[in-house]
């Protein structure tokens, strides 16, 4: 899976219907492709078990003598800066999303790529939001062949209607790292949109009026990308400090007058969930870390911006002041809550993958403990340890968990894609990884059987806590006996199943998924984990 | 000259002499060797003629699987990480050299092989002190073969008496980072010692009673190097913010009592120079930058920690206020006296390469605007472009500078190898580079016919100014049209060169160098630019 591997387009938008895929069962039972988009896989080993050989992926070696003496790398507009980075057909154009669905450069890029007669490129975001529907356009004329990267709702449904000329590929933070660094996928050309930077191509997200915060989903690209260009609504004066993109990886700067919808790239606050179920299962997340001695001086935990784990710091706060407790760090998505427990002096760090409010983007443009993170220092499986593996306790959702803890968060039970995959996988490698959500939506049940697209293996999730109470893995003897004694409503998970089948008035039915696959899921260290299967 | 290039070592003291070393003239007339140490070299092709093909070294992919869970790397000793690493005859050790003089780490891991009965070793320190002179024990007794970095003092002159097993090769702060990079030289196992550093390998130099301020020399080190071991005396809770060595990076942290003698890593206070020719030298530069326009606002400069240069900026200052001129940016070598420029808001910026007294280490740990670098950023002549060509001035010293403008910083007239490069090559690239020296030293001329050792092409070099006068080069026909009406004492060089000649009492023999080469001077691009040839 090393090295410089090369993705076969051959324009032909039926190709993977009529080609001979062949499928393999892999060590989670799941039948899973051999060969994805041309570049041959390795299939899921089971966790831990897969070691990479080879080399990282080696950039081209330039020279200065080819860069403006000045350090001046701006050019007129996109065009310009693609048509200098020799864009052509079949290339790999990279984008983050740390604008989230306020941003309007990977849209612009990969259309300004059709007005130059551009086709079948590769899209590789590090995530895609409704906002850039529109691809679906140029998926239809042929300019964009596929899209590798999460495709949040319209983008994923185009994917699994089995409309896209080639296999999705969904990888977490991590895992697109991990491919970028080993040579899986190769970057033609990164794109990066900045809310600040400086003609040199410095670059940084905590300032300027679309700041984003982090700019760390970009960091790969920079550093791996044949060519690189940063396009920002926000020119400083040399030097931009601080740089988070460093310039020495930047080929061309572009000045545009806007690079996104501030109110859509950060929320104004970020929304504590008001449903009393929901409220619920935060507070019982945050007694269970109490009771099972994980809240303890000196923790670390990482909870997201969904409206669950918020309301779980606002709960656990008071429970560390009570204890006279401090965190060693806390790991972001950062909002204004994390923010308050960095300024009250809750924890000493906050290490911040992406920052999600205005008092987020606030507190990392100024304060020295509020630290901007990239994938490579806390998702990477193919480096030197992450830091993932170092949180107490991670709180994640799911849209799905089933009876071997196993857990999806790409699909629904109808089969669509509709969701990425984030840091989500990454971070089952905490000490404690916590599902809190409810035991069913919309009356149809969370907890089943079997996972319609397993993204999470259930070995790596140790507790699933529901409004009906929390189900420990068995596996997790320790945690079990830890709370063996407190009041807490632990009950086994098929029993838990079976409760809410009676709430929900049975098992609703499921469609047969269809034979044709249309995405497939990876691991973190680039095993291929599930087949996602069209679906209309 | 891309690729994983194999150094040679065949243990014999003696192959040098007795091999078939070929020499060709480049493209600075200088006879270099074809061949350094095993590995073919491309001769000095004239500046910026030199195109790097190929790719960047590419490190080993690596898996979180086989580094522990809880991130905590720590061994029991240096003898245990060197044997974790796999350490073996004829490999190739690397160090920094943030704690100069005061470096207690390399030496000890060097003596450290030598006990478990390791060979032949190539030594590969960003440079290389006096402190460190029993090295020279380890090379008589075959531990080391040869040493590849600057070497100031003793380690340099026994290299000049032909005694290393191995060709010196000296490289500047940027060509070092460019070898690396590109694949010239491969580290096996860096050995980084690091002020402050938490067990994951996170490390920083700017906090710990050893602290040296940037780390920027082992940037390259940690990102290229197969092993990489931290040795910390300062263990801090993860994580060890900032973290300008990513533990990402690191496979073994040590914690040792000291890594140094603080009294020499820094100094107390840096010392203005209170010879009144060299006040005199620094106050001609500060009045040839404003008349010849450089001093406006937002001007940058770089200037080092040697006494004419300190004194220069003593100078400069007043000047500055009374014009209200405020700079962008100053680079370091930092010390007190840029500090007081940041603190005075005659500066936006420090970027600093490496941290010179207490003053300035106090300043990188607080003040955000006072910024660590690394030569990736700052120097690399084969990133996409680099710092150093975007600063207005650039102030330096040299051992000898001949009528041509051409100058020497690392052998003396009578040939001893006693000086590394350091920044300097690469600070040449500035858009005006003076170099500000005494016109001669113990009654020998420093203006000579030719350079003992070319370490600097002529047509970089712009402005020489000493304290009998300025000389301009001929090339820089704006410079000489714009002082041309000012009251500065400019002359002709080789006018000087009679004047100095003259009270000198005229100039002194030169012995005749030997035929046999002990170091060659690389250029920024990797190229050949020189020879040092055995004296003794």
């Known amino acids: 899976m090393s090295g410089d591997s090369k993705m076969v387009l051959d324009g032909s938008a039926t190709a993977l219907a009529e080609d001979e ?222 740089w988070q993109i460093q310039g020495n990886n930047v080929d061309y700067v572009v000045e545009v007058p806007s690079i996104g919808d501030p109110a859509k790239i950060v929320s104004g606050t970020t929304q504590i969930t008001r449903s009393p179920d929901r409220l619920r299962i935060s507070e019982l997340v945050a007694h269970f870390m109490k009771a099972s001695g994980i809240l303890r001086n000196g923790l670390s935990f990482q909870a997201g911006a969904g409206g669950i784990a918020l309301a779980f710091v606002q709960y656990l706060k008071p429970m560390m002041k009570e204890a006279g407790i401090k965190a060693s760090f806390v790991r972001g998505g950062s909002t204004k809550y994390l923010v308050e427990m960095l300024e009250e002096g809750l924890t000493e760090y906050i290490l911040d993958g992406q920052t999600f409010d205005l008092d987020a983007v606030r507190s ?75 035991a069913f939506r919309d009356r149809i049940p969370v907890v089943v059987d079997e996972v319609t697209t397993l993204t999470g293996p259930g070995e790596l999730i140790d507790v699933v806590v529901t409004e009906r109470g929390i189900c420990i893995n068995p596996r997790r003897t320790d945690l079990i006996e830890s709370v063996k004694d407190s009041e807490l409503p632990v009950l086994d998970i098929r029993e838990l199943k079976k409760e809410v089948e009676t709430i929900c008035g049975g098992i609703p039915e499921k469609t047969k998924p269809s034979d044709q696959p249309v995405a497939v899921v990876k691991w973190v260290d680039g095993t291929v984990l599930d087949t996602v299967w069209k679906t209309y």
């Open 21 to 242: 895929t062949e499928f393999v069962r892999n060590a989670a039972g799941r039948l899973v492709p051999t060969v994805v988009n041309g570049v041959p896989q390795v299939p899921f080993l089971g966790v831990g078990k897969y070691r990479p050989e080879g080399r990282k992926a080696a950039p081209p070696v330039r020279s200065a003598a080819d860069y403006p003496e000045d350090g001046d790398k701006r050019v007129a507009d996109i065009e310009t800066a693609l048509h200098k980075c020799g864009i052509r057909d079949g290339m790999t154009i990279s984008s983050h999303h740390h604008l989230r669905d306020g941003d309007r450069v990977a849209l612009e890029v990969l259309q300004t790529a059709g007005r130059m007669g551009v086709k079948n490129l590769r899209w590789f975001p590090s995530a895609s939001f409704p906002a850039q529907a529109p691809v679906i356009e140029l998926m239809k004329s042929g300019v964009v062949h596929h899209i590798e990267g999460s495709m949040n709702g319209p983008l994923g449904d185009y994917c699994t209607q089995g409309n896209m000329a080639g296999l999705g590929v969904l990888r977490s933070h991590g895992g697109r790292f991990q491919a970028i660094q080993d040579g899986e996928v190769h970057i033609d050309i990164a794109v990066i949109a900045a809310p600040s930077a400086d003609m040199f191509g410095n670059a940084d997200g905590s300032h300027g009026k679309s700041a984003c915060g982090s700019l760390g989903f970009a960091l790969a690209d920079s550093m791996y990308a044949d060519r690189v260009i940063v396009v920002t609504d926000n020119l400083v004066q040399f030097p931009c400090v601080p």
């Open 364 to 438: 990392i443009a100024s304060n020295p403990r509020h630290v901007a993170t990239s994938p490579f220092t806390s998702y990477n499986y193919h480096g030197k340890g992450n830091f993932a593996s170092m949180v107490d306790a991670c709180i994640l959702g799911a849209t799905e968990v089933d009876v071997n803890f196993n857990a999806n968060v790409v699909t629904h039970s109808d089969g669509r894609l509709l969701h990425g995959i984030g840091g989500w996988q990454n971070c089952l490698a905490s000490r404690c990884t916590i599902l809190a959500l409810p």
